[in-house]
């Protein structure tokens, strides 16, 4: 089926208008959207400015991280034109994981290809800061946590 196909009587769909916010950054809500049509950008406050994380467009999801880890969202979701999403609760989540092992799957590539995404652009960061930068030693101390190493790890 995959995260394009929806098939639940469980399952939502939304339809945003352009500019509409789909979430705010700091939101409690829990759910989480696959883009079914159009284009969302996400973005986060960084003292007085706003900053682009991503965009992303149809077979793409956002909200995961709150629908997971339930904590607040970490940045604000606007549609940019008209958007039509699939909203997923815990609940529909976990039956369309069950119900759909391609999703869980498809859903992992996506997350891993993020965070490789994310990787590369710490890394290309690194590589133009001098060693001695604090900036550059604190990036080496993050990803040895991230990854388990001597910085400690879950």
Do not use: C, Y
Not at 15 to 30: H, K, L, N, V
């Amino acid at each position: 089926m995959g995260l394009m196909s929806h098939s639940g009587s469980s399952e939502i769909e939304r339809t945003f208008a352009d500019g509409e916010i789909i979430f705010r950054e700091g939101d409690e809500s829990r759910e989480m959207f696959i883009i079914q049509e159009g284009e969302v950008v996400i973005t986060k406050q960084a003292g007085n400015r706003e900053i682009v994380l991503a965009r992303l467009a149809r077979g793409e999801f956002i909200g995961e991280m709150a629908l997971l880890e339930s904590l607040p969202r970490i940045g604000t979701a606007k549609a940019v034109g008209r958007v039509n999403v699939v909203v997923l609760h815990s609940g529909s989540f976990l039956r369309k994981l069950r119900r759909d092992p391609a999703f869980a799957f498809e859903m992992m590539q996506k997350l891993s290809g993020r965070f490789r995404l994310l990787h590369n652009q710490v890394m290309q960061i690194m590589a133009a800061l001098d060693e001695s930068d604090p900036v550059r030693r604190r990036l080496v101390t993050l990803l040895e946590v991230g990854s388990g190493g001597a910085g400690g790890g879950r």
